[in-house]
């Protein structure tokens, strides 16, 4: 019964796309990854969560009840904030979940499994998007959604460090033969970001996941060179394939390293006006004309040093920033609180959302939970403790 809502769950999340068709489908996603999530709590006789556990979670806790009291202070409906939070809600879920798993070999043989099906699935369907509409980022990523373009490079971001880290030493063929494929579903989903970052996610999976007693072998140095390999690949196809990224701005342009070194400075930087977007007098009825990241970021520290000591500490209550299917159908509404759009983090919207004190406390957090891990990886006697760690 357990595989059996572990793979529920694990279809329901990956099936975005076939949700998003239907009436309401989004909401019909969650609520039944939550549902079959507390099932599967609800069936285990103990919950064990232990200490090591529970010291990693708690800044998040913390996180949520601000959450939580932002969300009701500004709406003073109960409703509105479990729509609000219910994506944090459903973390604490999931983690109160896993942590009270024991992992043995044969859960990593299932999860390697698990972890080539997702992927073998995902490239089917990224093939079948790429025959019938060709490289963009806002249809058809994968089985996953017809509109987060995002997931093109955050789904490649965490399996290829998996993949690594699953390999067979019997079988690295298949491993990278993954990996490159991984590369592939981000070019084919337009994403950019992907030259640049993918990369270096590769070669430290592999500098990280290669046992330090050989770090020095042969082993070590092939494996680094295939990732090399891939990458140098991956990022001539990909400026090739994504007309933004070379001179000529076609499919199967010319390689320029200057080029595309240039491009990544003006599009994090760009603001309304420039030459790659318009106007603000056109953003305010066009939701595709928005900022850069740095631009993005700079707008949001300005509007802080605008707003009242209540709204710098606190935000604006949280779920008023993020667009969200539980809550509103306008999904423009960064926009609408700081008069400017673009591709904002998580970060940003703990900012906006919960103020200094959100935005602290989450930030506190990320970092509570990498100095945790380096102290518990010193710690480790085991070796394969050390590579789950990595």
């Known amino acids: 019964m ?43 006789k103990q919950i064990i969560i232990s200490r090591q556990g529970l010291s990693m979670i708690w800044p998040f806790i913390v996180y949520l009840l601000i959450a939580t009291l932002s969300a009701f202070t500004h709406s003073n409906s109960a409703v509105y904030t479990l729509a609000a939070i219910h994506s944090l809600f459903c973390c604490l879920i999931i983690y109160i979940w896993a942590s009270s798993l024991f992992l043995d070999n044969n859960h990593l043989k299932r999860l390697r499994k698990i972890v080539y099906l997702i992927v073998f699935f995902q490239f089917v369907f990224v093939l079948i998007k790429f025959a019938v509409h060709g490289i963009d980022e806002k249809f058809l990523i994968g089985t996953m959604s017809n509109t987060a373009g995002q997931l093109g490079f955050l789904l490649p971001a965490v399996m290829i460090p998996l993949l690594i880290f699953m390999r067979r030493s019997d079988n690295i063929f298949i491993t990278y033969a993954l990996v490159a494929v991984m ?61 933004s990224l070379n001179p000529e701005e076609v499919l199967g342009g010319p390689v320029s390293l200057s080029h595309v070194f240039n491009y990544a400075i003006e599009y994090s930087t760009m603001d309304f006006g420039g030459t790659l977007q318009g106007s603000y007098e056109e953003a305010v009825n066009n939701m595709n004309i928005q900022v850069g990241r740095v631009t993005l970021w700079c707008s949001i520290w300005n509007w802080l040093s605008s707003v009242d000591t209540r709204t710098l500490l606190f935000g604006t209550g949280f779920g008023t920033a993020t667009s969200s299917i539980w809550l509103t159908e306008d999904s423009d509404l960064i926009f609408d609180i700081i008069g400017t759009r673009g ?24 970092l509570h939970i990498f100095w945790k891990l380096i102290t518990v990886y010193r710690q480790a006697q085991s070796l394969i403790a050390r590579r789950w760690l990595d």
Request: charged share 10%; no cysteine.
């Open 2 to 44: 357990k595989n059996i809502l572990i793979t529920a769950i694990t279809v329901i999340a990956f099936s975005g796309a076939f949700f998003e068709i239907v009436l309401h489908g989004g909401v019909l996603q969650e609520l039944l990854i939550v549902v079959l999530a507390l099932t599967m709590i609800a069936m285990k």
């Open 343 to 366: 591709a904002i983090s998580a970060g940003g919207l703990a900012l906006i959302e919960t103020g200094l004190v959100g935005f602290l406390t989450i930030g506190y957090w990320f």
């Open 183 to 243: 590369f592939l579903f981000g070019i084919i989903n337009e994403k950019r970001v992907v030259v640049f970052l993918l990369p270096l996610i590769t070669l430290a999976s592999i500098a990280m996941n290669l046992e330090g007693s050989i770090l020095k072998s042969k082993y070590f140095y092939g494996n680094l060179f295939i990732g090399g390999l891939i990458s140098l690949a991956s990022l001539i196809i990909g400026v090739q394939a994504v007309p």
